[in-house]
């Protein structure tokens, strides 16, 4: 249910490689599943479909796209179920993850309107039971809404043990920070001030009005015969290449109102429809103007979602094209989603993928919208936009070369046009860039266990800079990067000629205690590895900060109020690992 690049896991990296030479679900038989296509609007998104699901290894995909007017189409592609060949259609439920939260602000707007909430007021005021410390000041329901609460970006809001308590981090309202406990503590108030379960209120509320009626509330059994297969990493404790191995998820059953609604393209273009008519539905309102207003607001800047983006009331505020758009995504355990409404310009698309993998198909809702868009106003269709290929970085060379650690082992880079390779033994690994200056083994088992991580010297001031790996996706930058000078793989560190640091480091002596392999079976858990680089402790790559005996802030800021704590110390060694509410196990195995 987290943005796109904050993944729900929390930083985690998951899943596994494959050495996969083309995508293992775009087939002939899928291509024979893909709708017929009407329009020249349809005809180019079909073609642009067809490659992104290929580029990111997309088992299946739902759309839903609309004006202001009517549902302009709905689409189902590739499978729902891969092993047996069964083809999306038009009703197959895909979990939409975080797009939850729109709906949850709908319902609360809905009781403003009504006079059963003031968003002003402290949550604590409606809700004096919840589990949470307000050291900074108090919570109010606008907070919430906003992801400015302070509090952390837990799995729920309950802990396992009855004593545990939600600690703020810093001030309401200084800094965005995206917050599922808050709206699962939004979903508890609504549920008060309803008198009704969630699912039952957001029927009445939502679904019912808008005719939505194959969509869920929550996440149960009793949907699952309706529901697509989704897909996960085949291998949750490496690392995961785009082209990698998928394999079916578990199944969840879940009513956190942070992400529990699943819904088809047919239903999803009726909400989107609302949206673009500012709450109007088709047979009332569903909200008021003035509580629409409030909705799509941009209260405080949202940089997790893009450079120009805010946030509302459980939805992002952003702009394309000089219009003014809501958008947001949602990730599962094994779906990802996203959904684009243009305000302005009185279209919206929504699609989701049954499978996760670290991204959403934000660029196909994108460009559906441009389409629509550019259809409305009888101009010319834009081009596709480019599917970028994570094997290719313009910058490649920059991390070449070779590196030593403190006893003399090497690890050597080589590159080749803009793509790097680790060379192993005479064999050449090739790395897929992730985001910044890291990179991952494409090859199954061979380098999966972690990260290359490298590091530079500090940035000069620029005007602009060509993309690279750190740069930005349109290939402007404020600050031109330095050289690369060192490298990192999970705890082993190496820095090349440039390098000139010490080499070797002073690491407290209790770390030694706390490093090691964690597990949860939790869907939302998986593997969690805790090591020494230099000098510091990480957790997957994040690096913690001490703020108790054994309690660890989760990142660099010094106001984000996430926290990993190691419990259960036995003959020396934590055997459990909480990391933002979720307990993690050691495990002693290879």
């Known amino acids: 249910m987290p943005i796109e690049g904050i993944n729900r896991r929390l930083f985690l990296t998951r899943s596994a490689s494959a050495a996969v030479a083309a995508p293992i679900f775009w087939t002939a038989a899928m291509r024979a599943a893909m709708p017929a296509a009407a329009t020249s609007v349809d005809k180019t998104l079909d073609a642009y479909i067809v490659e992104y699901m290929k580029?990111?290894?997309?088992?299946?995909?739902?759309?839903?796209?609309?004006?202001?007017?009517?549902?302009?189409?709905?689409?189902?592609?590739?499978?729902?179920?891969?092993?047996?060949?069964?083809?999306?259609n038009e009703h197959h439920l895909f979990?939409?993850?975080?797009?939850?939260?729109?709906?949850?602000?709908?319902?609360?707007?809905?009781?403003?309107?009504?006079?059963?909430?003031?968003?002003?007021?402290?949550?604590?005021?409606?809700?004096?039971?919840?589990?949470?410390?307000t050291p900074f000041g108090p919570i109010t329901?606008?907070?919430?809404?906003?992801?400015?609460?302070?509090?952390?970006?837990?799995?729920?809001?309950?802990l396992g043990d009855s004593g545990a308590r939600l600690v703020q981090g810093f001030k309401p309202g200084e800094h965005f920070h995206y917050c599922n406990t808050g709206f699962g503590i939004l979903g508890l108030l609504a549920e008060k001030l309803d008198g009704r379960p969630w699912r039952e209120c957001v029927q009445a509320r939502i679904f019912t009005p808008l005719e939505m009626t194959?969509?869920?509330?929550?996440?149960?059994?009793?949907?699952?015969?309706?529901?697509?297969?989704?897909?996960?990493?085949?291998?949750?404790?490496?690392?995961?290449?785009?082209?990698?191995?998928?394999?079916?998820?578990?199944?969840?059953?879940?009513?956190?109102?942070?992400?529990?609604?699943?819904?088809?393209?047919?239903?999803?273009?009726?909400?989107?429809?609302?949206?673009?008519?500012?709450?109007?539905?088709?047979?009332?309102?569903?909200?008021?103007?003035?509580?629409?207003?409030?909705?799509?607001?941009?209260?405080?800047?949202?940089?997790?979602?893009s450079e120009t983006a805010s946030y509302g009331y459980g939805i992002a505020v952003d702009t394309l094209d000089g219009h003014k758009i809501l958008r947001h995504t949602g990730g599962m355990v094994a779906f990802a989603s996203s959904i684009h409404v243009d305000l302005d310009g009185g279209v919206a698309a929504f699609a989701s993928i049954n499978a996760m993998q670290g991204?959403?198909?934000?660029?196909?809702?994108?460009?559906?919208?441009?389409?629509?868009?550019?259809?409305?106003?009888?101009?010319?269709?834009?081009?596709?936009?480019?599917?970028?290929?994570?094997?290719?970085?313009?910058?490649?060379?920059?991390?070449?070369?070779?590196?030593?650690d403190s006893t003399g082992q090497k690890l050597e880079f080589t590159a080749e046009g803009k793509r790097l390779f680790l060379v192993d033994k005479g064999n050449r690994v090739p790395l897929q860039h992730t985001n910044g200056d890291?990179?991952?083994?494409?090859?199954?088992?061979?380098?999966?266990?972690?990260?290359?991580?490298?590091?530079?010297?500090?940035?000069?001031?620029?005007?602009?800079?060509?993309?690279?790996?750190s740069g930005t996706e349109n290939g402007e930058s404020k600050k031109k990067p330095g050289p690369v000078?060192?490298?990192?793989?999970?705890?082993?560190?190496?820095?090349?000629?440039?390098?000139?640091?010490?080499?070797?480091?002073?690491?407290?002596?209790?770390?030694?205690?706390?490093?090691?392999?964690?597990?949860?079976?939790?869907?939302?858990?998986?593997?969690?590895?805790?090591?020494?680089?230099?000098?510091?402790?990480?957790?997957?790559?994040?690096?913690?900060?001490?703020i108790g005996a054994r309690l660890f802030r989760l990142g660099d800021e010094e106001w984000v109020p996430d926290t990993t704590e190691f419990l259960c110390f036995f003959e020396g060694k934590p055997r459990v690992l909480r990391i933002t509410g979720m307990d993690f196990w050691r495990v002693e195995i290879d």
Not at 69 to 79: E, L, P, Q, S
Request: with cysteine.
């Open 438 to 469: 890291s990179f991952i083994s494409t090859f199954e088992g061979a380098w999966a266990s972690h990260t290359f991580v490298f590091g530079r010297t500090k940035v000069e001031n620029s005007e602009s800079g060509a993309q690279s790996a």
């Open 55 to 88: 580029a990111m290894n997309a088992p299946g995909m739902t759309l839903g796209l609309t004006d202001s007017n009517k549902t302009v189409r709905t689409a189902g592609y590739g499978f729902a179920d891969v092993d047996n060949r069964i083809a999306v």
């Open 485 to 546: 000078i060192e490298v990192s793989y999970g705890p082993a560190w190496y820095g090349n000629g440039k390098y000139s640091g010490p080499r070797s480091f002073t690491v407290p002596k209790e770390y030694a205690a706390l490093v090691g392999r964690y597990r949860s079976e939790n869907p939302w858990g998986g593997d969690a590895r805790v090591y020494v680089v230099k000098d510091q402790l990480v957790l997957e790559g994040n690096s913690l900060h001490r």
């Open 214 to 305: 194959e969509t869920v509330g929550v996440i149960s059994t009793a949907s699952r015969g309706r529901s697509a297969i989704g897909y996960e990493a085949f291998w949750d404790d490496q690392v995961y290449p785009r082209q990698g191995k998928l394999a079916p998820a578990p199944r969840l059953v879940m009513d956190d109102t942070a992400g529990c609604i699943a819904s088809t393209p047919g239903d999803m273009a009726r909400y989107a429809r609302m949206l673009v008519n500012r709450g109007q539905g088709s047979n009332k309102r569903i909200v008021s103007e003035e509580s629409f207003t409030l909705m799509s607001t941009p209260h405080i800047k949202a940089p997790e979602f």
């Open 359 to 404: 991204y959403r198909p934000t660029a196909v809702t994108e460009y559906a919208v441009r389409l629509l868009r550019a259809e409305r106003e009888a101009k010319s269709l834009p081009a596709a936009p480019a599917i970028p290929n994570r094997m290719d970085v313009d910058n490649a060379a920059d991390y070449a070369g070779t590196f030593t």
């Open 141 to 158: 329901v606008h907070h919430l809404l906003t992801h400015t609460s302070g509090l952390p970006n837990n799995l729920g809001v309950f």
């Open 95 to 133: 979990q939409i993850g975080s797009i939850t939260k729109s709906f949850v602000a709908l319902v609360l707007l809905q009781m403003r309107d009504e006079g059963k909430l003031d968003v002003q007021k402290p949550v604590l005021d409606y809700l004096p039971e919840l589990p949470i410390d």
